[in-house]
């Protein structure tokens, strides 16, 4: 709860693209770009999974610009019905569909003419009336194609208009479907006012037809036919449908509902078209416009690779071998682009129409039916919620990195959801409006956290990043609000590193070299105190000045100072080593340790501030480096940090009374960690120990006698060198019961 109530202002701001998704899915706000969106989506997928190859059980015989060339246009009946003769009689096919329409009566064989001949200029010729009677018989080329499609598996095409007069051409077929069917159900067919059908002639010849109207989508783009439309109260089927029933022995239309359980007030539509035939029962789903997509196999057209396309010309000429097309289904149209039967569609700008129905055919003998079902709003509602509020949620808790592979995850699930639930069941369902909410949720997520939270976080690390390691600061920026410039009093370690040598050097070296030297060897000072969570105070001509446990609490700050300074000693002279070999001068330095409660901030003047520790124990600290060079060693560290260091060996130095404290101060020296010193060096701090006691009880035989074995052991140590000078002093004096064995030190 902490943290929701920490982020929220986040929350909120990741929340907006969720409720403009709701509002475009539930229709309240429609949002054009989104169904456009969708539709690009669709189409994209529709190719790439479209199987794109032949189905050998439908054929389209094509009037194509061969046969307009070889027979013209239009062609009489007569051609129209040699080619019926020829699919059905020579070829034995199964079905034959008409995309055309034969609305006005041919005249093409001028026996309209003759008739007007025989009762006018011609009505006295002998036997001219007899030999019209012998031939009309042939002449009537409307007659002779009704007397080719009678009785046979012939479904013929037509079309519906909607124009301000609402004309009607031709006689429809009867319709497949009544309204009473439809229990007063509000369903959204599509509806037209006209038509231009069949002469009555060849709808009575063949009465199965269907219209192939397809739906033009807002972008121009045909994606899916009506099949069942609507005029003055009945309902009739498309050609696909028509040519399918006929297929499978012409069951009867009736509406399919959903279950009684999930019908809602909201909700009164068709979930399919049942085709019903005694027991069986086929359901065929259907969209809220009773449409169904077309499932394309493939680009289209001739050298699409979908259907075998063969020219009306060749079928009309016998060109074609006899019973190669047994039992095929049959689709007569156009692929010339003066006919004007071409569409634009999700995989072509030019796709013949006739084939439309061929796909549309071909996915219901498969039972392949792409639909977006009723429940695609529902489905939408809820996929956005889940999305929205899980990003809402878990982004502003993450890292960007974290954020980013979050947000991944979650377009992925969705993107693979969506496709999962169109290959495996065919359902076309939304997914725009789920991807733009998700991706636009992340960037308002990244940029509130930028802009806003961020600017906390990158002022914290303009702050600190100069005076704290960028580990330090990485951790800090987590939680911004914990670390201020303002003062504080906490417990902390510091330490003063001098440089020795650095006055005489500043003599005998150009200014150049002097700032090159300086700097190659604060820099590797600095890699090592960073390297150890320790964070820079400043700088002052030849002497660093640091700090352990600010801003970030560091509970082990003693020993990683400790292990700071033993580092900085070691890699000095690993330097003098690489000095030596190049002919520049050596350098030594001296380190101050101490522990204790200090002032930790930001302070200075208006026009300088900087963030720093003030305090009597940063003053100690101080005056321990300026000590180190008195006891001949690198590094002094007060009492308090070595109680708190306990993983390194000590060696005590003395006890000291330093200038501006009353109370005197044991003081150390850190030879190494625990367990990386030799039986040698135990030795010696043993016998140092005995040194030392003998010298604060005044025991001057006995502190020379250990002095002088230690001198033996290690002659180079000028700490020992130093005692026996104070022993041979103060022998001089008497004996003082109230001295407390502390050295006293005025100088700073």
């Not at 010298?695 to 002088?708: A, G, H, I, S, T």
Request: aromatic share 10%; net charge neutral.
């Amino acid at each position: 709860m902490q943290l929701l109530s920490r982020h929220w202002p986040r929350i909120a701001v990741t929340l907006i693209p969720l409720v403009f998704a709701l509002m475009h899915a539930s229709g309240i706000l429609r949002i054009g770009v989104l169904q456009r969106l969708d539709d690009i989506i669709y189409d994209a997928r529709l190719r790439a999974t479209m199987p794109g190859s032949i189905d050998e059980r439908i054929v389209i015989i094509d009037f194509d610009e061969k046969s307009l060339a070889e027979f013209g246009w239009p062609w009489g009946r007569n051609k129209h019905a040699a080619l019926v003769n020829e699919l059905f009689e020579r070829q034995k096919v199964a079905l034959v569909g008409f995309d055309v329409v034969f609305a006005e009566a041919d005249e093409s064989s001028g026996l309209k003419r003759l008739r007007q001949l025989a009762q006018g200029e011609l009505k006295d010729q002998p036997g001219f009336q007899d030999k019209l009677n012998q031939l009309q018989g042939s002449l009537d080329y409307d007659t002779v194609f009704a007397r080719a499609i009678e009785g046979r598996p012939v479904v013929l095409g037509y079309y519906f208009t909607s124009d301000r007069d609402g004309r009607v051409n031709g006689s429809l077929p009867a319709p497949a479907m009544d309204r009473a069917v439809l229990q007063g159900r509000p369903i959204k067919f599509t509806s037209w006012n006209g038509y231009g059908a069949n002469l009555d002639l060849l709808a009575k010849a063949a009465p199965m037809g269907g219209f192939f109207n397809s739906i033009t989508e807002g972008d121009g783009v045909v994606r899916s036919i009506p099949l069942l439309a609507e005029y003055k109260g009945q309902y009739y089927e498309s050609l696909s449908l028509a040519m399918f029933r006929v297929l499978v022995g012409l069951p009867k239309v009736e509406p399919g509902f959903p279950p009684e359980k999930f019908l809602t007030r909201s909700y009164q539509g068709l979930e399919s078209i049942l085709l019903r035939q005694g027991s069986k029962t086929l359901a065929i789903p259907v969209d809220d416009r009773v449409a169904t997509l077309v499932p394309f196999r493939g680009h289209g057209g001739v050298g699409g690779g979908s259907f075998r396309y063969i020219s009306a010309a060749d079928v009309l000429s016998k060109r074609i071998a006899p019973g190669l097309l047994k039992d095929k289904i049959i689709l007569i149209g156009t692929t010339a682009p003066g006919l004007l039967d071409l569409r634009v569609t999700p995989v072509g700008e030019t796709y013949p129409g006739v084939e439309t129905h061929a796909n549309v055919i071909s996915g219901f003998l498969d039972g392949k039916v792409f639909v977006k079902p009723d429940y695609a709003v529902g489905f939408e509602v809820v996929i956005l919620v889940l999305a929205g509020l899980t990003l809402a949620f878990a982004l502003p808790m993450l890292s960007a990195p974290k954020a980013v592979a979050a947000s991944a995850a979650v377009v992925a699930a969705l993107v693979g959801l969506n496709f999962w639930l169109y290959s495996s069941y065919g359902l076309v369902l939304p997914l725009a409006s789920a991807l733009v909410m998700a991706l636009t949720a992340f960037a308002l997520n990244m940029s509130y956290g930028y802009f806003v939270e961020s600017k906390s976080k990158r002022e914290l690390a303009n702050l600190f990043g100069t005076y704290v390691p960028p580990e330090l600061v990485d951790e800090m920026v987590k939680d911004p609000d914990s670390y201020s410039m303002k003062a504080t009093t906490k417990e902390l370690t510091v330490m003063f590193c001098d440089m020795r040598g650095f006055t005489q050097m500043s003599e005998t070296m150009e200014p150049t070299q002097l700032q090159a030297l300086l700097n190659s060897v604060f820099s590797r000072l600095t890699d090592l105190i960073r390297s150890n969570r320790g964070t820079i105070d400043k700088y002052m001509g030849d002497c660093v000045m640091a700090f352990w446990g600010a801003p970030v609490d560091t509970p082990d700050h003693a020993s990683l100072a400790v292990k700071t300074a033993l580092e900085m000693a070691n890699a000095v002279r690993k330097l003098n080593e690489e000095h030596r070999t190049k002919g520049l001068p050596e350098i030594g330095i001296g380190i101050g340790l101490n522990t204790g409660t200090m002032c930790v901030g930001d302070m200075g003047s208006d026009i300088r501030r900087s963030y720093t520790v003030i305090g009597d124990s940063v003053n100690l600290g101080s005056r321990l480096e300026g000590l180190s060079k008195t006891y001949g060693v690198d590094i002094v560290v007060s009492e308090s940090t070595r109680k708190l260091a306990n993983d390194f060996v000590w060696q005590e130095l003395d006890k000291v009374r330093v200038k501006g404290r009353d109370n005197a101060v044991a003081i150390f020296w850190p030879l190494a960690p625990v367990g990386r010193i030799d039986e040698g060096n135990a030795a010696e701090l043993k016998a140092w120990a005995l040194a030392l006691k003998a010298y604060r009880m005044q025991d001057w035989e006995q502190c020379d006698v250990q002095l002088l074995n230690l001198q033996r052991l290690n002659a180079k140590k000028y700490l020992y060198q130093l005692y026996t000078e104070r022993v041979a002093s103060m022998r001089l004096l008497p004996f003082d019961p109230g001295w407390d064995g502390a050295t006293n030190f005025q100088s700073k």
